[in-house]
């Protein structure tokens, strides 16, 4: 796989969450509609963790564009309904990291979900 370790330096191809979004990589998605999909991240943090990402290949949020303004806004609602759907009513977590300083591990942006237990603050 190509080094995605630096801003910018992905593209669709290349990215896991592209292969899963294309079917090149199977996995079960938890919701799925004609602009994102939710499955579960494989190295969870807690009991439940869900990567919500867009089928719209953006880098990160630092990149993201005033025309994605209403995908944003959809993936956070997503974010919402698959968190009701997984009974997460006592609380969860949204996360999006940005670049290298931020952990951002995939570069497609994506939010991860994760609740199911007492999460603590600060996350760092």
């Not at 290349?14 to 996995?27: L, N």
């Not at 990567?51 to 303004?69: N, R």
């Not at 995939?106 to 609740?115: A, E, K, T």
Request: net charge neutral.
């Amino acid at each position: 796989m190509a080094d995605t370790t630096e801003k910018n330096t992905a593209t669709p191809d290349d990215t896991i969450f592209g292969k899963i979004i294309r079917g090149e990589i199977k996995t079960e998605f938890l919701y799925k509609d004609d602009k994102c999909v939710a499955f579960k991240d494989i190295n969870p943090v807690a009991p439940i963790h869900i990567l919500i990402v867009p089928i719209k290949f953006i880098t990160q949020i630092s990149e993201a564009k005033e025309e994605d303004e209403k995908l944003l806004g959809h993936l956070l609602l997503v974010a919402k309904k698959v968190a009701e759907d997984q009974k997460l009513d006592k609380g969860y977590r949204l996360v999006i990291n940005n670049g290298k300083e931020g952990q951002q591990s995939v570069y497609h942006l994506h939010i991860h979900l994760i609740g199911g237990k007492q999460l603590s603050w600060p996350p760092c």
